[in-house]
C-alpha cells in the first residue's frame, strides 16, 4: 500500500483506532498515535500490535501535527469539542484527514488493481435498524452462495478483518458494512455496489449540530456508480436521490416502480412485496415509475412467517432483500434465511409471557425515532394494547414526536430516569396516563399493575442510558430479572 514510510498520526485510540494503527503499520507507515486519556484501555495492545509506535495522551493540540503526513481520524471524535483545535491546524497544511473506512475503500481500490479484486460491497446506515440490517444481509448474501464479511461500525472493524483475510489468503467475496455517520464524515472514495439509508431522526445532534449536517454525513455512503436504496416514507432520505443514480426505494406501501419493494394486504393478510416489469428490457430503468411500464406485484410472503416482530422490523427485511437483489442475489435463497432470522437482542426482542401479558425489550432504543419505531411496528393493526416504559437520558432530543405514536398505541406510559419531566412534557397532548417511577425495577412492577391479558409491555426508553446504568445492556438485563422476578411471584418460572 502507499503508506510505506509515512509519518502518520492516529487520533483516538478505540477499537478502531487500534484497528487504524495497525493497518498503517502492515503497510508500513510510521505510526504515532494520541488519546485525550493519559492510559486508554487499549494502549497494552498497541504496544504489543506495534512496539515502535508513539503514544501522547493528553488534549489534541497542533503540536501533533509535527512532521506528520497523513492524520487518521477515530469515529466519535467531534470537530468543535475534541478535535476543535487540531484539525483547523491540520487543514491549514494541507495534510489529508481520513478515517477508518476511507483507508479501507483505498485498501479496496489498491487491491483491484494490483489483484483484480473485486468483491461485492453492500453499506448500511440510518438512524435506527442499521444493526439489524447489517446482520440481515450478511445472512442473506452467504445464503445465496456467496463467503461475506460483516463489518463497520457493527464491530469487528473493517481493517482488522481486511488485514486477517490477507493474512490468510482468504478474501470475502461480500463486504456488508454497518456505517455510522461519524464514520462516514470521513470518508470520500467509497463506492460501493448498493447502499442504504433506512431513516433519519434525531441522533447525535450534539456532534454534528443539526439535521442538515447529520443528513448529509449519511449521504457520504453513496458513491457515484452505487445503487441507492432508500426509504421512501421518509422525506429527508428521499431527497438523497440523484437523477444519474439507479434508486430501489421500500417502504410500508405497495411498491410501484420496477424492482422496489414495500409491504401489501389482501385477503386479511400482510404481504412482503416486490413490483416487476414484464418486460425485463425495463431493468436498466428500474427503480423509477414509468407510466408506460406495465408492472405486476410478486407476493413473497407473509409478515407473519418472519420471526421478528412489528412493522418496522419488516421495512428492515424489506431493505436487506433490497441491498441483495441490487446485486443480482436469487430471491428463492434470500427469502428461506430472511425467515428464519431471529433479531438482535435489545432490540423489540421478547423475554417472556407472564399472566397474558407479553414483556418486550427494547433497550437499544435510544433516541426518539427508535421508540416511534417500535410502538408503530407493534401497534400496527391494533386496538391500543401498549405499555411503555421510557426514560433516561434524552441527550438533548426532541421528545415531541413520541406523542402521536403514544396516542395512537399506548394505554399507559411509565417514565424514569433523568429526562422524564421533559418526556411527560412532550407528550401531554397524547392525553395517555403517565407514571414516574425512582428505578426501573418499580417501572415493571407499575406497569404490571395496568396491565391486562393480551397487552404487551415495552421497554424502548428514547433516551441513553448512563444516568441510571452503565449500557444500554445492563439497562435490558435489569428489566429482563424484573420480569423474571416478576413471573416467580406470581408463580411461573420463566427461563
Known amino acids: 500500500m502507499h503508506y510505506a514510510g509515512k509519518q502518520v498520526l492516529v487520533l483516538g485510540l478505540g477499537e478502531s483506532g487500534l484497528a487504524i494503527a495497525r493497518w498503517l503499520a502492515h503497510c508500513g507507515a510510521h505510526i504515532r498515535v494520541a488519546d485525550t486519556r493519559d492510559s486508554p484501555e487499549r494502549l497494552p495492545a498497541l504496544r504489543d500490535a506495534i512496539p515502535q509506535a508513539e503514544f501522547i495522551g493528553g488534549e489534541f493540540t497542533p503540536a501533533l501535527l509535527d512532521n506528520i503526513e497523513l492524520v487518521a481520524l477515530s469515529p466519535g471524535l467531534a470537530p468543535h469539542r475534541e478535535l476543535a483545535a487540531i484539525l483547523p491546524a491540520a487543514q491549514e497544511k494541507n495534510l489529508p484527514v481520513w478515517g477508518e473506512i476511507e483507508l479501507f475503500a483505498q485498501a479496496l481500490a489498491e487491491l483491484k488493481q494490483s489483484r483484480g479484486y473485486a468483491p461485492k460491497v453492500l453499506a448500511i446506515t440510518g438512524t435506527n435498524g442499521k444493526t439489524t440490517v447489517t446482520r440481515l444481509t450478511g445472512l442473506l448474501c452467504e445464503a445465496a452462495g456467496l463467503s461475506t464479511q460483516v463489518a463497520g461500525n457493527i464491530s469487528p472493524t473493517t481493517l482488522d478483518m481486511l488485514r486477517e483475510a490477507l493474512a490468510a489468503d482468504q478474501l470475502p467475496e461480500c463486504w456488508v458494512l454497518e456505517l455510522s455517520s461519524f464514520q462516514l464524515f470521513s470518508t470520500y472514495s467509497l463506492n460501493a455496489d448498493a447502499a442504504v439509508v433506512l431513516n433519519l431522526s434525531q441522533d447525535h445532534l450534539d456532534w454534528h449540530d443539526d439535521m442538515a449536517a447529520y443528513a448529509a454525513a449519511k449521504a457520504r455512503i453513496f458513491g457515484p456508480d452505487t445503487v441507492r436504496i432508500l426509504n421512501r416514507g421518509d422525506a429527508m432520505v428521499m431527497a438523497m436521490t440523484k437523477p444519474s443514480a439507479i434508486v430501489i426505494s421500500f417502504g410500508i406501501d405497495t411498491p410501484s416502480a420496477p424492482d422496489c419493494f414495500g409491504l401489501s394486504d389482501e385477503g386479511g393478510m400482510q404481504w412482503l412485496t416486490l413490483a416487476m416489469a414484464h418486460d425485463e428490457g425495463e431493468k436498466k430503468k428500474r427503480g423509477k415509475p414509468q407510466p408506460d411500464v406495465e408492472i405486476f406485484i410478486n407476493r413473497l410472503m407473509p409478515t407473519d412467517a418472519l420471526i421478528i416482530r412489528g412493522q418496522h422490523n419488516a421495512t428492515n427485511v424489506l ?40 414483556y418486550i425489550d427494547d433497550s437499544k432504543g435510544t433516541n426518539v425515532g427508535a421508540t416511534v419505531a417500535a410502538l408503530q411496528g407493534l401497534g400496527a393493526g391494533h386496538a391500543a394494547r401498549l405499555i411503555l416504559i421510557a426514560g433516561g437520558d434524552g441527550k438533548g432530543q426532541d421528545f415531541s414526536p413520541l406523542a402521536a405514536a403514544i396516542a395512537r398505541h399506548v394505554k399507559a406510559v411509565v417514565l424514569i430516569g433523568r429526562d422524564a419531566p421533559q418526556i411527560a412534557a412532550a407528550i401531554k397532548s397524547a392525553q395517555i396516563p403517565v407514571i414516574h417511577c425512582d428505578s426501573l425495577v418499580q417501572a415493571v412492577s407499575a406497569a404490571a399493575e395496568r396491565a391486562s391479558e393480551g397487552d404487551q409491555v415495552l421497554l424502548s426508553p428514547a433516551c441513553a442510558s448512563f444516568d441510571m446504568f452503565s449500557s444500554y445492556a445492563q439497562r435490558a438485563q435489569v428489566f429482563v430479572d424484573a420480569v423474571r422476578e416478576l413471573g416467580l411471584v406470581r408463580g411461573e418460572v420463566i427461563t
Request: hydrophobic share 50%.
Open 319 to 358: 431493505a436487506a432483500l433490497a441491498l441483495c437483489r441490487a446485486i443480482d442475489l436469487p430471491l428463492a435463497p434470500l427469502l428461506h434465511a430472511a425467515r428464519h432470522y431471529a433479531g438482535e437482542p435489545h432490540r423489540v426482542e421478547p423475554v417472556a409471557n407472564v399472566a397474558g401479558v407479553e
